[in-house]
């Protein structure tokens, strides 16, 4: 995987993600999609990338509250 985040086009292509997951953490759900598939959706066997994904967006969202946070407080 690469140290970024974002996968390229072609590698959403090639791993069938859909339109609506192509965002800043789409290069950690190409992973865990492929773990699940390979592990018939068993949610005990993609522990560690499934862990990793939901801490990013988790992260991500905190992020982004406290942005908002910071803009209203700015504007008032």
């Not at 590698?11 to 997951?21: G, H, S, T």
């Not at 068993?42 to 905190?62: A, F, G, I, L």
Request: with cysteine.
């Amino acid at each position: 995987m690469a140290t970024s985040t974002i996968a390229s086009q072609e590698e959403l292509k090639a791993n069938r993600v859909p339109l609506a997951w192509r965002d800043g953490c789409s290069a950690l759900l190409i992973p865990l999609n492929v773990c699940r598939k390979k592990n018939m959706y068993k949610s005990w066997e993609c522990e560690h990338e499934r862990h990793t994904y939901e801490n990013y967006v988790r992260r991500m969202k905190k992020l982004s509250q406290l942005k908002l946070a910071a803009a209203e407080e700015a504007s008032e």
